[in-house]
């Protein structure tokens, strides 16, 4: 039975991964370790309450003790990083917290991960540390060309460049001490359990209730849009099956301009809801993001060459299942917006 070190996955893309892997593996262990920031939500996890191979730990990534206790405590055979500080916006406000958790936190992974795995000059077998990144650390493109995994690293914002950091430390410890590493790079995610300071799950709710949608800049900012789950899909597989030291871009020429995602959300609720109240007089363009980059689009040959992955929910098919969970789940909104997912937790916690 494989045992894996997740962490952030009480958060967006790390919650659809625990779902991911404990449907398609009957034994493994997963042992997520979360602070829980303001993005993390253990209501995400709710489907998972009382299965004894998810096991929870709330903690701080960056706490050497805690993580060498955990790496004593369970012999992980992978480690597969998530936590992040991931909005780009927070990052211009307050890039420290960006600098503490996405780099400081993923050395000390590293380090721990290290410290357990190598022993006498060589690795033990079978162990494998993941880096989730983003496509954001290649910076902007113009109107053609896409993000290869050779495209030198060029990040603009304090939140990209962060990751960029950690990518390269995580690299360092590959090159200076022969880690097991992989690293993977992917487009804008949407589907479940998004935090609603994102632009897709802001738009939905922003357009149920009838409030204002803030279109930064003239909205032609292009991202490539990566179904949650397709990217869970991958991440397991280059876990197994990636080459040792290399990294995988993971998304899928679904590009589209920001102004089509948000037509296209007030033309679904508009006709789902039957709701004249919802309409494109709802937009409103607001000043620019700073630094904000021009266009995003990947070129994912490389994971489908080598280990066969390919984006299999087309954006039409995908936005369809979001808005639907999100119109299911009403109450997980609620609960976001007001703030009483923080107070879920805490009695979950004293109750234990
Ligand atoms: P998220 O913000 O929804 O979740 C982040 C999680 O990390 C939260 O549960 C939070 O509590 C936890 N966390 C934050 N700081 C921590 C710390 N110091 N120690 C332990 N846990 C901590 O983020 P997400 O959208 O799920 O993104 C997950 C990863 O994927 C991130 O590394 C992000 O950079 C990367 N990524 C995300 C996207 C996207 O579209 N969402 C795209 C590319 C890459
Ligand atoms: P976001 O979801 O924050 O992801 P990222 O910045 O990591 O790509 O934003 C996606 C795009 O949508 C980006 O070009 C910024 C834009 N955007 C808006 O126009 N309005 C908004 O309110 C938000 C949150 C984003």
């Known amino acids: 039975m494989k045992t894996y070190l997740i962490t952030g996955c009480a958060g967006f893309i790390g919650s659809n991964f625990v779902y991911y892997m404990l449907n398609k593996y009957k034994e493994i262990r997963l042992v997520n370790l979360d602070k829980l920031t303001y993005a993390g939500n253990l209501e995400n996890l709710k489907g998972v309450e009382g299965d004894p191979r998810h096991i929870f730990v709330q903690g701080d990534i960056c706490d050497k003790e805690l993580v060498s206790k955990l790496f004593a405590e369970y012999d992980f055979d992978y480690v597969i990083n998530f936590a992040a500080e991931s909005h780009v916006d927070r990052s211009i406000s307050n890039p420290e917290i960006f600098v503490q958790t996405n ?10 991960a290290k410290d357990a795995w190598y022993n006498n000059g060589s690795w033990t077998e079978g162990k494998k540390y993941v880096q989730v990144s983003t496509d954001e650390v290649y910076g902007s493109l113009g109107e053609d060309g896409y993000f290869m995994e050779t495209t030198p690293l060029c990040p603009h914002s304090p939140y990209s460049s962060s990751k960029a950091s950690a990518d390269m430390f995580v690299m360092a410890f590959h090159d200076t001490y022969g880690m097991p590493v992989n690293i993977t790079r992917c487009s804008n995610n949407y589907g ?37 789950e397709d990217h869970c899909k991958a991440i397991d597989m280059v876990a197994e099956g990636g080459r040792v ?8 020429h679904n590009e589209r301009p920001n102004i089509f995602i948000v037509k296209t959300i007030i033309a679904q609720l ?15 363009y607001v000043a620019d993001r700073l630094g ?8 994912p040959t490389k ?50």
């Open 192 to 228: 479940p359990y998004q935090f609603p300071e994102k632009l897709i799950p802001l738009m939905i709710n922003n357009v149920k209730n009838h409030k204002k949608l803030p279109v930064y800049g003239d909205g032609m900012n292009v991202r490539d849009w990566l179904y949650v």
């Open 270 to 284: 508009h006709d789902r809801l039957k709701d004249e109240g919802i309409s494109e007089d709802l937009i409103e």
């Open 303 to 352: 994971i489908k060459d080598e280990l066969g992955w390919y984006p299999e929910t087309p954006f039409e098919v995908g936005i369809v299942k979001t808005i639907d969970w999100y119109l299911a789940n009403q109450e997980w909104m609620s609960h976001v917006t007001s703030g009483d997912y923080l107070k879920y937790y805490e009695d979950m916690y004293k109750n234990k």
């Open 245 to 252: 030291g290399e990294v995988y871009n993971v998304g899928g």
């Open 292 to 299: 904000h980059d021009r266009r995003y689009g990947i070129d």
């Open 103 to 112: 780099v400081l936190g993923t050395v000390n992974l590293l380090q721990c």
